[in-house]
Nanobody
Framework: QVQLVESGGGLVQAGGSLRLSCAASGSIFSINAMGWYRQAPGKQRELVAR???????NYADSVKGRFTISRDNAKNMVYLQMNSLKPEDTTVYYC??????????WGLGTLVTVSS
């Protein structure tokens, strides 16, 4: 069994910053891609940022230049540094990982609220 636990969400003013963290634990042989998704009420879950085991990254157009994804393979962790936050970034953020080459795992989510 593999679990992902997010942390770092909270309330911040527009223009501020937050750093999300996600820790993977359990029966892990390898972690392939890791990423962050978000889902607003009534909308589909969307990719925010993704990073491969080799360090290649891709971002949603809406966050390019503001958000940075990184990972620590030794600690089985992935991070999302979010700068210049906007009210439209307000939603629940979910950590995602492809573990042991075939298992897709999701965290329970962490709420980010950006006040105007």
């Amino acid at each position: 069994q593999v679990q992902l636990v997010e942390s770092g969400g909270g309330l911040v003013q527009a223009g501020g910053s937050l750093r999300l963290s996600c820790a993977a634990s359990g029966s892990i042989f390898s972690i392939n891609a890791m990423g962050w998704y978000r889902q607003a009420p009534g909308k589909q879950r969307e990719l925010v940022a993704r990073i491969t085991s080799g360090g290649s990254t891709n971002y949603a157009d809406s966050v390019k230049g503001r958000f940075t994804i990184s990972r620590d393979n030794a600690k089985n962790m992935v991070y999302l540094q979010m700068n210049s936050l906007k009210p439209e970034d307000t939603t629940v953020y979910y950590c995602n990982a492809i573990v042991n080459f075939h298992l897709e795992v999701w965290g329970l989510g962490t709420l980010v609220t950006v006040s105007s």
